[in-house]
């Protein structure tokens, strides 16, 4: 069982994604109160939290939200979570009231396309060391 950093929300994301690499990178620069912590879900780590949580990657490819002992979210609702803890994205709460099957068509159309709009690397990236201590090992 992974042991999770203690008052930590986890954020899973496809690593050979590049739009959710400047995601990912997006949100370590705005997270001034150290909320998040980082794991590709093609890592051995990210694989072992989805299997312990029964969560199928072949629905959800992208990004999932996981509050340790809470809940985890995924697709858009996940987007929203994350961005209530970023100050210059605190504005993405207001489509919460929004149906989630027509918030989920969105964020799943960009998501079906990111690949072909954004590019895929060939491998997961690689933390530097300043960055290496967010990233689940």
Same mark, same amino acid.
């Given at each position: 069982?992974?042991?999770?950093?203690?008052?930590?929300k986890?954020?899973?994301?496809?690593?050979?994604?590049?739009?959710?690499?400047?995601?990912?990178?997006?949100i370590?620069?705005?997270?001034?109160?150290?909320?998040?912590?980082?794991?590709?879900?093609?890592?051995?780590?990210?694989?072992? @939290?989805? &299997?312990? %949580?029964?969560?199928?990657?072949? #629905?959800?490819? $992208?990004?999932?939200?996981?509050? +340790?002992?809470?809940?985890?979210?995924?697709?858009?609702?996940?987007?929203i979570?994350?961005?209530?803890?970023?100050?210059?994205?605190?504005?993405?709460?207001?489509?919460?009231?929004?149906?989630?099957?027509?918030?989920?068509?969105?964020?799943?159309? @960009?998501? &079906?396309? %990111?690949?072909?709009?954004?590019? #895929?690397?060939? $491998?997961?990236?690689?933390?530097? +060391?300043?960055?290496?201590?967010?990233?689940?090992?």
């Amino acid at each position: 069982m992974v042991n999770f950093p203690e008052n930590k929300k986890i954020i899973l994301f496809d690593g050979v994604c590049n739009l959710c690499d400047r995601t990912v990178q997006t949100i370590i620069k705005n997270d001034k109160e150290d909320v998040f912590r980082f794991a590709p879900l093609q890592s051995d780590i990210g694989l072992q @939290i989805v &299997n312990e %949580r029964g969560i199928d990657t072949e #629905k959800l490819d $992208s990004v999932i939200l996981i509050e +340790p002992s809470v809940a985890y979210y995924n697709k858009s609702t996940a987007a929203i979570e994350i961005a209530k803890h970023l100050k210059k994205y605190r504005w993405l709460r207001f489509f919460k009231p929004l149906p989630e099957g027509f918030r989920d068509l969105v964020y799943d159309f @960009i998501a &079906n396309n %990111r690949y072909k709009w954004f590019g #895929k690397k060939e $491998s997961c990236m690689i933390p530097t +060391p300043e960055l290496k201590d967010l990233f689940l090992k």
